[in-house]
Every structure is written in structure tokens, then in C-alpha cells.
């Protein structure tokens, strides 16, 4: 499918675990191998972070995910790094829960959109979205794109998630 995107032919993660990934990439924080620093509320809640700079430039900031953010203390991490608002799980729909994660892709970009659409503060603003369909056992709503590797499927449904979200938001 490279011929429908752009292609990254040397791109690394920053860690083999989304708890490390997320404050590798919020924190600049290299992964840690051995433990998750999220883990540990007094140490992940002081850490340098872009959403916490931000609010002292006076942006406004948003996380959205639509999992559980009480998972591996998510949520004592971004509250505690900046985030003044999180929309997670519990603000949509119990219908909206599709998969053992949560929340698919889907209906968050659509939250994340109409917030930004109907934002009329005039605040700079900061958002960030955690997607969900890239993790085992790749739960996706009706999507069969890729229907010989329910992994590949899973990533081809948070791209096109995350196209249709740029899309609308031109």
C-alpha cells in the first residue's frame, strides 16, 4: 500500500510497549527496557512533557483514547504531565465498545473532530489521540481490508481512521 501514502522505509519505535512508547514520545523519555515508568506516579508525573509546556504558552490540551486510561496509570500520567482534559472509554456510548480495548478508532476520531470543529475559544490548543486498533487481538469494526492478517487489517483501519480524520478536518 505504499503507493497510497507516504512510505517510511527506516522507522523505529521508541519501545515495544504502548505505556513506554507513550512517554517516549510526550516526554522525549527513551524507553526503559526493563519497567515502565508509568508506572510509577511520583516519577512519570514529573517529568518534562510537551503538553505541560504548552499550557504554560497557554494552549489548551486534550487527550483522547478510547480505552480505559486507569490501565498501567495512564491517567495519573497524563493529568499529571499537562493534560487538562481527557475523553476516554466512559464518555462514549457503551454501544461504541467493539473490542476487549475499548473503543475503536472510529467513533474517537469523530469525537476528536467534532471538538476541534465546535472549539470556538480562540485558545491555541493541543491534542493528542492514543489509538487502540493496533494492539493485540487487533478488534476492529467491520473492516476487512486485509483479510489475510487480522494485525495488517487492524493498522490498515487506524490509517484509514486517521486519513478519513485529516480529510475532514481540511
Known sequence: YSREGIYFPNIYAS????????????????AQPTMSVMDIPRISTSLPSIARTLVGDGYATH????????????????VGTGFQDV???YEFSPK????KWGVADG?????LLADIKSDKS????????????????FDVPNYNKIKSSPELNAFAYA??????????LA
Do not use: W
Open 96 to 99: 461504541l465498545s467493539t473490542g
Open 159 to 168: 490509517d484509514e481512521c486517521l486519513g478519513r480524520f485529516m480529510n475532514q
Open 63 to 78: 487527550f483522547y483514547y478510547g480505552g480505559d486510561t486507569n490501565f498501567s496509570n495512564m491517567k495519573s500520567y497524563i
Open 122 to 137: 480562540g485558545k491555541p490548543f493541543f491534542r493528542s489521540i492514543m489509538t487502540e486498533s493496533s494492539h493485540e487481538p
Open 87 to 89: 475523553t476516554a472509554q
Open 15 to 30: 519501545s515495544f510497549r504502548t505505556d513506554r512508547g507513550l512517554v517516549s514520545v510526550l516526554s522525549g523519555l527513551p
Open 107 to 111: 467513533p474517537v476520531f469523530d469525537r
